[in-house]
């Protein structure tokens, strides 16, 4: 099992546990700071000897993993794990429960940090979902649900309602049963890969939303409503999903970049083909999605 360092502000140190628990249930063991050392050893050692500790226990880790905003602390541990060449992750504390993977970009930063941005994103590419997703029949869909909650972690349950807007861009609103969101995604719909801009908001938020948009010309064109169960599965999210009057999909993702989007394409090829499910063709995919497009009413 990989060894994982997760940096993180002082100001989150009363989500040490969770933080820790995110780590193992990602199947890697955590060398936290805040739980080895507590808080500074409640200063009875010069603060210095605790970041030697730290320092040391980053060289002997496997990668970083940071975790919400970006101190001046964290900022020297992420610059000291790019001189060791360790892999660094990226993640957005939303709640106790929640813990969401986030590309540098998306960083936030304490005081005014803001200026270092630069040298965390660097040259790297945008991060992108990229998946794989097949029509399956309703039998197999329990046969696929059955192998997960045996063999796979259960992330989540969410039923959500989704709003598809009458634009050029790709733009929508969901509300699940936690919260609400608001989100753009870039490219073409059934791209394999493709980059994604979000931003959470409340759960009671979502008609307010909906009637801003409303409000600037921008109506609900499609609405969706799916009932999802996400799994992690060997470091693969994976969602089943049922929509009403559109049918049953497994879907495969793995967040990459440009640069490695077509081995990961291949990588969920290959795990497609471990569950002996067909990759359903793009082109029934926009058969589906055009009928349901002009169904939808119906439908639901």
């Known amino acids: 099992m990989k060894i994982i360092y997760p940096a993180y502000s002082k100001h989150n140190f009363y989500f040490r546990e969770h933080i820790s628990r995110f780590v193992l249930e990602q199947d890697y ?6 739980m080895i050392f507590q808080y500074f050893m409640l200063d009875t050692i010069d603060r210095d000897k605790i970041r030697e500790g730290n320092n040391n226990l980053i060289k002997k880790a496997d990668e970083l993993w940071v975790f919400g905003q970006i101190s001046d602390g964290v900022l020297k541990e992420i610059k000291l794990a790019k001189q060791e ?14 813990i969401k993977e986030i590309s540098p970009e998306e960083c936030k930063y304490e005081d005014n940090l803001n200026m ?6 660097g040259s790297q590419s945008k991060k992108i979902e990229v998946e794989l997703r097949s029509f399956i029949a309703e039998e197999r869909y329990k046969k696929l649900m059955e192998f997960f909650k045996e063999n796979a972690k259960l992330v989540k349950e969410d039923f959500q309602e989704t709003h598809y807007f009458d634009c050029d861009s790709d733009l929508r609103i ?5 919260s609400s969101k608001i989100w753009m995604k870039k490219g073409k719909i059934h791209d394999d890969a493709r980059e994604e801009i979000e931003i959470k908001i409340p ?3 979502f008609e307010k939303a909906r ?13 969706w409503l799916r009932d999802r169960k996400q799994f992690d599965w060997e470091g693969i999210k994976i969602c089943l999903d049922y929509t009403k009057g559109y049918g049953y999909i497994i879907e495969l993702e793995k967040i990459g970049t440009e640069n490695n989007k077509q081995e990961i394409i291949e990588e969920l090829k290959q795990k497609l083909n471990e569950l002996n499910v067909p990759i359903t063709p793009r082109e029934e995919f926009e058969r589906a999605y055009n009928f349901y497009k002009q169904n939808w009413r119906s439908l639901i």
Do not use: A, C, M
Not at 29 to 34: A, D, G, S, V, Y
Not at 174 to 178: A, L, M
């Open 29 to 34: 063991i955590p060398l936290n700071p805040f």
């Open 85 to 98: 060449n360790k892999p660094v992750r990226y993640f957005e504390i939303v709640n106790s429960r929640e």
């Open 116 to 121: 270092f941005k630069k040298e965390i994103t």
């Open 174 to 178: 969901q509300k699940g049963n936690e």
């Open 203 to 205: 759960k009671e938020d």
């Open 211 to 223: 009637e801003i948009f409303k409000n600037i010309g921008l109506n609900t064109e499609i609405i």
